[in-house]
């Protein structure tokens, strides 16, 4: 498959790290394993390791059915249902990877001690309880790297870079394991495993990110329109640079303020927490260990294997785990031994420790604090009772190992059967390669269809689904390379065709299909607007707003004589008409850059407020109007805004301002809302309290950019404008229904009723307005 090599490896980091890592420790707990049981084994009593493999096999199969059910039971949701999953799957898993880079942490130095024990004992009842403790050992590692590949694959949108990432990992694992029991290697694997630890909970930030994006989705948390950042425009997501931040990291060009957040703060607590952890005072000697010194019996002479978890030097000091499970009991503890059972791992980790001993001796400093060795800690554990499952499983280890390989694989079988259909007849899959687009899209029913579409290229693009009048039915607004994802669409009779949009290349299109049938309540399709569908109303536009600059140009000058003369009643009314004038230009949002700013932005963020020289324009003018300013201070920020009004004529078709056609439709809804935001809140009031009147002017440039517009929605939406007008005028009404006697109020002084019905009609008028730059959206450019 030629696709495969325009993967973007930076996105099988993550799983290949993780895997790696999950692998080691898997594979160092088998080879713990594997060398307690070479040690316990003699000649009179021989302990065949084929326990260890049937737990290691059930382990696998508890990883592969857990993975099977994860990706069959999310294949059957709806898209939010996947959502919803994906999301709280993702914040279980950095959960566990979190848990598990501190586990490691705390208890490397004693993990062979530990499971030493653990074998001593199960070898004691039997064949099949040692099964049962192999399982138990590595089954964890295999639960974790699952949940974690599963989650980084959904974050990458199904390319298949973490899943290639993911088996390069686990094979590294596997050689690195077999070279070091082999002594052919050395490894410091306490500085890997500290030095990888910090990676992945960079990873692991992102992924709590990521899943935090899908649960807003899906609804389940707020501030999905709350959005931290948004640099899809400015930058290239095919880019090298920004492939490799988000295949490591899995930051997007737009992430919310909840994904930002909760990225900076699990990093800021986690990080601290984790080099702190590696600072803690040296441990003391496990009160098991010191019991069983005190009564002459020692710990177990192989406790040196730890010191490999632990760190272990990479020089040729470094010893193997199997070198150091290989002492027979009554031999002396090597230094290495000790000094890795005595302290943490992070203090160990970088020590050269020596343990190249014949078999049978470990010979070393001992270390301070205890007493000789000798016979084996794992004594004191065989000699407890055991349970009933241990009387059960010890004498029968093929049926445990039957059970633990295939109870699994049965579980997951069960589970994928009584989940419903996930209706697979309904989803055709297609490809998208530099030739061709949707080559196997040759037929179709009527009704709910699912397109699989994979993308082969090596660029992102656009998947639409056009009827025979090119209007959208259904769409992949992104789609990355390497990839696949689902396009939905409800298809009844008519003519299809299915359209690929990619960086750099032209538009390609499959074959039309023609469908039979119908299909009950279809969506209306939308048509496509281009940008020249959007030069006409923008030109009138421009039109417009040139008309309503010269009126205001007037005014000011009008203010300036009033000022002059002294008059500040004459110029406070002068004023509002200049302003609610400003408004009906429809430079929402600061859409008109710094000549908006300069004609009528705010002092919030200069450095000295209102008296800040970069404060001009109207509201400078109102602010010094309400707080009983001189005239003859106030004329210069006249005349000076009657020349930033003439830059603004001169200017007005560049893009900065209002040339861009694709800006229009923002226009007719963000007007609107930027009155909310601004004038409804009072945030702009610099002491007039105009709120309502300057709403109202917003409302009649509101009209007019839908009336620029109108032949572009009737065509798509032909009841939408009446639904529009009447909300516009539900709140004009509300809005003059606030002034007393003909004399506006700001909404302070206004009744709580009334003020709740202008609040009532503007989030009426917003929810529909906002319909318009969704039906008028120009498809992003690939």
């Known amino acids: ?259 930002v957040v909760a990225w900076v703060v699990y990093l800021a607590v986690v990080i601290p927490l984790f080099l702190r952890a590696g600072r803690t005072s040296p441990a003391k000697v496990p009160a098991d260990r010191a019991s069983a010194a005190q009564a002459g019996v020692p710990a177990a002479a192989g406790v040196a294997a730890s010191s490999t978890i632990a760190g272990a030097g990479t020089g040729t000091g470094s010893a193997s785990v199997a070198d150091q499970a290989s002492t027979e009991p009554g031999a002396t503890r090597a230094d290495s031994s000790e000094k890795a059972d005595s302290a943490p791992a992070p203090e160990t980790s970088g020590q050269d420790t020596h343990a190249e001993d014949s078999p049978g001796t470990a010979t070393g400093a001992q270390a301070p604090g205890t007493e000789p060795a000798g016979p084996s800690a794992a004594a004191p554990a065989a000699e407890h009772a055991p349970d009933w499952w241990e009387r059960v499983a010890g004498p029968r280890p093929v049926l445990v190992g039957a059970v633990l390989v295939l109870t699994p694989a049965l579980a997951a079988g069960i589970a994928i059967a009584v989940l419903p259909s996930s209706s697979s007849d309904a989803v055709q899959a297609v490809s998208v390669s530099d030739s061709s687009c949707a080559p196997e899209f040759k037929s179709g029913t009527a009704g709910t269809q699912t397109f699989a579409v994979q993308n082969k290229t090596s660029k992102a693009g656009e998947i639409n689904l056009v009827n025979s009048g090119g209007a959208v039915v259904g769409e992949i607004e992104t789609i990355g390379p390497a990839t696949t994802a689902n396009l939905t669409a409800t298809l009844s009779n008519g003519s299809y065709t299915i359209q690929c949009l990619m960086s750099g290349k032209p538009v390609t299109a499959s074959a039309a299909v023609q469908i ?37 140009s007037g005014m000011v000058a009008t203010l300036g004589n009033d000022l002059r003369a002294g008059n500040i009643a004459a110029a406070q009314g002068h004023w509002l008409d200049a302003q609610q004038e400003w408004e009906r230009v429809g430079a929402s949002y600061n859409s008109f850059g710094e000549d908006g700013t300069a004609v009528s932005g705010l002092p919030d963020g200069l450095p000295d407020g209102v008296q800040d020289a970069d404060f001009t324009g109207l509201h400078r003018l109102e602010y010094g109007l309400w707080h009983g300013q001189r005239p003859d201070q106030l004329v210069p920020v006249a005349d000076r805004l009657g020349g930033d009004i003439a830059k603004i004529q001169q200017n007005l078709g560049s893009d900065d301002l209002a040339g861009d056609p ?43 950019v839908l009336g620029q517009l109108g032949a572009l929605i009737d065509e798509r939406a032909p009841q939408l404008r009446a639904t529009l007008t009447a909300r516009l005028d539900t709140l004009q009404t509300a809005l003059l229904a606030t002034r007393d006697n003909g004399h506006w109020r700001s909404p302070a002084q206004t009744p709580p009723a009334a003020r709740r019905a202008v609040n009532a009609a503007l989030g009426g008028a917003l929810e529909e307005l906002a319909r318009v730059p969704q039906l008028l959206e120009v498809p992003l450019s690939h």
């Open 1 to 259: 498959m030629p696709y495969l090599w325009t993967v973007s490896w930076a996105e099988a980091v993550p799983n290949l790290l993780i895997c790696l890592r999950e692998g080691l420790e898997a594979g160092l707990v088998v080879t713990i394993l594997l060398a307690a049981v070479r040690k316990t084994s003699t000649p009179e009593r021989p302990v065949s390791a084929t326990p260890v493999w049937l737990g290691l096999l059930g382990a696998v199969s508890v990883a592969a059915s857990f993975a099977a059910v994860l990706t069959y039971s999310t294949s059957v949701l709806s898209s939010s249902g996947q959502e919803v999953v994906g999301g709280v799957l993702s914040v279980i898993a950095v959960g566990l990877v979190t848990a598990m880079v501190f586990w490691m942490r705390r208890t490397a130095a004693s993990l062979s001690g530990h499971l030493r024990g653990e074998v001593a004992r199960a070898t004691a009842i039997g064949a099949g309880a040692l099964a049962v403790t192999a399982f138990m050992a590595v089954g964890r590692e295999g639960l974790e790297s699952t949940l974690f590949v599963w989650t980084a694959v959904k974050a990458s949108g199904t390319t298949v870079a973490p899943l290639i990432g993911a088996a390069l990992g686990f094979i590294a694992a596997v050689v690195l394991c077999v070279l070091l029991y082999r002594q052919s290697v050395k490894l410091n694997l306490g500085v890997f495993f500290n030095r990888t630890a910090v990676l992945l909970i960079v990873i692991a930030a992102g992924v709590l990110s990521y899943g935090l994006g899908d649960l807003q989705d899906a609804g389940l948390l707020p501030g999905r329109n709350w959005v931290a950042f948004d640099l899809s425009a400015h930058i290239d997501p095919n880019s090298w640079w920004v492939s490799i931040i988000s295949g490591v990291t899995e930051l997007t060009p737009r992430m919310t303020v909840l994904q």
């Open 516 to 552: 039979s049938g119908t299909a009950g309540n279809t969506p209306p399709a939308v048509k496509r607007v281009t940008e020249d569908d959007l030069k006409g109303p923008n030109d009138a536009y421009q039109t417009y707003a040139a008309g309503v600059l010269t009126r205001l």
């Open 662 to 704: 694709k800006n229009l439709p923002l226009r007719a809804h963000e007007i609107l809302e930027d009155a909310l935001r601004d004038h409804i809140s009072s945030i702009d009031d610099q002491g007039s309290g105009a709120a309502y009147p300057l709403t109202l002017a917003d409302i009649d440039v509101t009209r007019a």
